[in-house]
């Protein structure tokens, strides 16, 4: 069951300067609420993609810890349920969620390519031959349904075998922002969805037990960044490369579970050349307005910030940082489509 992981958030970065308080969060909560959450624009945020976790571990994850809904109300007109139904119901609710998980289970397990190909991708992880026991033990379960799914020569991508986990996934999502109360006016009212009313809750106590740093002009807010990674790195600039790596991963370790400096650059400079700038979101320099007025270098922050992404080249428009073949190719090689994307606005 779900019991060792819930709805938690935690203050990974607090800083002020000239009254604008910029705060940096660590949260998890449930995968299906990641589309109510990604509505508030005034904050940057950043998730693991089910495009990069390997079906194995998202497998793992759902099976061992899988997210059920903290309540469920009874069915009703309109948009929220203001009676949970009765204990019976409940657990029978709790039973038909689980038993719909045992079936995503199946399916992605069947469309990666089954127990030969989870085993191929691990590298023989025992993890994920716990995984491949557990399976069978479902197979067992539901014989009906696992002949329902044809076999694979090889298998289909993660970007499609993770999708039909998602209902039933935990997501950890780094966020940062100045302005905060109209997501907490809004998402921890009694009308909004339960689980995000909960996560807006924690973000508040977190966020209020916290003691943001007072920061001088031209230091930085980088999420991520320790003592023992100052001690190595003085130049301001990379330390904010390797905070931007960090927040893309949403980890200070690498994929490996190992803290690499050389790694966290490497990858700060791949997803910039990749056109992925939202991790350069989260870390920023103080502004003063005295020296400059080019206020859209804050971003999203407000005017007492520059946002490390507004310094990168070209942050705005991917399509200046790659050649007209490329994307052509990208456009299935329609030239008329090419021409005209590029002869749009900025």
């Known amino acids: 069951m779900s019991e060792r992981v819930g709805i938690s958030a935690k203050v990974i970065a607090d800083s002020v300067y000239d009254g604008s308080r910029l705060t940096t969060f660590e949260a998890t909560f449930p995968r299906f609420i990641l589309a109510e959450f990604n509505t508030h624009?005034?904050?940057?945020?950043?998730?693991a993609s089910s495009r990069a976790i390997p079906v194995w571990k998202r497998l793992s994850e759902v099976i061992r810890y899988p997210f059920i809904p903290l309540q469920f109300g009874k069915n009703k007109a309109g948009m929220q349920s203001a009676e949970s139904v009765g204990v019976d119901d409940e657990d029978a609710a709790k039973r038909n969620w689980?038993?719909?998980?045992?079936?995503?289970?199946?399916?992605?397990?069947?469309?990666?390519?089954?127990?030969?190909?989870v085993m191929k991708d691990s590298k023989g992880n025992p993890n994920a031959s716990a995984v491949c026991l557990q399976?069978?033990?479902?197979?067992?379960?539901?014989?009906?349904?696992?002949?329902?799914?044809?076999?694979?020569s090889d298998g289909v991508h993660k970007q499609h075998a993770n999708r039909v986990l998602e209902p039933y996934a935990w997501h950890t999502?780094?966020?940062?922002?100045?302005?905060?109360?109209?997501?907490y006016a809004l998402r921890?009212?009694?009308?909004a969805q339960p689980e995000i009313q909960v996560l807006a809750i924690a973000m508040a106590q977190a966020h209020a037990a916290s003691a943001p740093i007072e920061l001088a002009h031209?230091?930085?807010?980088?999420?991520?960044?320790?003592?023992?990674?100052?001690?190595?790195?003085?130049?301001?600039?990379?330390?904010?490369?390797?905070?931007?790596?960090r927040c893309g991963r949403v980890s200070y370790l690498t994929?490996?579970?190992?803290?690499?400096?050389?790694?966290?650059?490497?990858?700060?400079?791949?997803?910039?050349s990749n056109g992925h700038t939202s991790p350069f979101e989260h870390p920023a320099t103080t502004h003063n307005p005295a020296k400059t007025s080019v206020n859209y270098l804050s971003g999203n922050f407000g005017d007492a910030w520059v946002q490390y992404r507004k310094l990168l080249l070209?942050?705005?428009?991917?399509?200046?940082?790659?050649?007209?073949?490329?994307?052509?190719?990208?456009?299935k090689g329609d030239e008329s489509l090419s021409d005209f994307v590029l002869g749009l606005s900025q």
Request: proline share 3%; aromatic share 8%; charged share 25%.
């Open 218 to 245: 031209d230091e930085w807010h980088l999420p991520y960044i320790f003592d023992e990674d100052r001690k190595e790195v003085s130049d301001p600039e990379s330390l904010a490369r390797i905070s931007s790596a």
């Open 255 to 272: 994929h490996d579970g190992k803290r690499s400096l050389d790694a966290d650059l490497s990858m700060a400079d791949s997803l910039q």
């Open 188 to 191: 921890a009212s009694p009308m």
């Open 135 to 152: 399976i069978r033990e479902l197979k067992t379960r539901y014989p009906n349904l696992s002949a329902n799914f044809s076999r694979l």
């Open 41 to 47: 624009r005034v904050i940057s945020r950043n998730s």
């Open 314 to 331: 070209n942050e705005h428009d991917f399509s200046k940082l790659i050649t007209s073949e490329y994307l052509l190719e990208g456009m």
């Open 173 to 183: 999502v780094i966020m940062t922002a100045t302005h905060w109360r109209n997501f």
């Open 98 to 117: 689980l038993v719909g998980r045992d079936a995503a289970v199946l399916q992605a397990f069947a469309l990666v390519g089954g127990e030969e190909q």
